[in-house]
C-alpha cells in the first residue's frame, strides 16, 4: 500500500502570512492532485500535477510536484480566511486515488 | 445538472442492520469511487467501477458491497452494520482514467452505527 504523508497535520495563521503544505511519498505517482474540503462538503479539486517539476499557480496559491513524481507542495501567499479549510493530497496510479489524512489550515482575521 | 447526488445525508443504524447509501451522476461518466472518510484519517477508497457492470475492490473493502447495473448508478451496500462502519461515506465520479482529469464528489453521507 503506498502511503502519502501530510504535514503539517494543523496549521493556524493569521491573516497576510504565507504557509507551506508538504505531501510525502515513498512511491511514485502517474499524477498527484490537491483538494481543499469545508466542512459538511466532499472535496474539491483545486490542481492537478503530472510532469516531475511542474509548478503550477492559481492566483496565491503555488503547487509543485517533485522532480521524483513522490512528494509535493502547496504554498499559498497572503493567507485569506476564506482560505480556511482541510487541504487534501491525492497520488493517482492506475486510475486509483491514495489520500493524504490532510492539513487543516486556519486564517484568522 | 445536479453532478453527483448522495442519499441519505445523514443515518443512524443499529449493529447488524443493512443499509444502501445510493451516488446517481447526471455526467456520463465511466468511473466512480467510494471512499469513507473518518477524523483524522483522510479518505480511503471502498470499491470503484470504471463502467457500467465492472467492479473492483479498493483499500478497505470488507464489509461493504456494490454494484453497476448503469453507468448513472452506483449503490453501496452494508450487510451487518457494525461500529467500525460509523465515518462519512463520499461517491466521486471521473470522465475517464487521464491524469489531468477532475474527481468530483458528492455531498457525503453520514452513517452512525450504534
Known amino acids: 500500500t503506498q502511503l502519502l504523508e501530510q504535514s503539517p497535520q494543523f496549521l493556524s495563521i493569521q491573516e497576510g502570512e504565507n504557509l507551506t503544505v508538504y505531501c510525502n511519498s515513498s512511491s511514485v505517482f502517474s499524477s498527484l492532485q490537491w483538494y481543499r474540503q469545508e466542512p459538511g462538503e466532499g472535496p474539491v479539486l483545486l490542481v492537478t500535477v503530472v510532469t516531475g517539476g511542474e509548478v503550477k499557480k492559481l492566483k496565491r496559491l503555488t503547487f509543485q510536484f517533485g522532480d521524483a513524481r513522490k512528494d509535493s507542495s502547496l504554498h499559498i501567499t497572503a493567507a485569506q480566511p476564506g482560505d480556511t479549510g482541510l487541504y487534501l493530497c491525492a497520488g493517482v496510479s492506475w486510475g486509483k486515488f491514495q489520500f493524504g489524512a490532510g492539513t487543516q489550515v486556519v486564517v484568522t482575521p | 445538472n445536479a453532478g453527483v447526488t448522495q442519499t441519505p445525508k445523514f443515518r443512524i443504524l443499529k449493529i447488524g442492520q443493512s443499509m444502501t447509501l445510493q451516488c446517481t451522476q447526471d455526467?456520463?461518466?465511466?468511473?466512480m469511487y467510494w471512499y469513507r472518510q473518518d477524523p483524522g484519517m483522510g479518505l480511503k477508497l471502498i470499491y470503484y467501477s470504471v463502467g457500467a457492470g465492472i467492479t473492483d475492490k479498493g483499500e478497505v473493502p470488507n464489509g461493504y458491497n456494490v454494484s453497476r447495473s448503469t453507468t448513472e448508478d452506483f449503490p453501496l451496500r452494508l450487510e451487518l452494520a457494525a461500529p467500525s462502519q460509523t465515518s462519512v461515506y463520499f461517491c466521486?465520479?471521473?470522465?475517464?482514467?487521464?491524469?489531468?482529469?477532475?474527481?468530483?464528489f458528492g455531498p457525503g453521507t453520514r452513517l452512525l452505527v450504534l
Open positions: 466521486a465520479t471521473r470522465r475517464s482514467a487521464q491524469s489531468r482529469e477532475t474527481q468530483y
Open positions: 455526467m456520463n461518466h465511466n468511473y
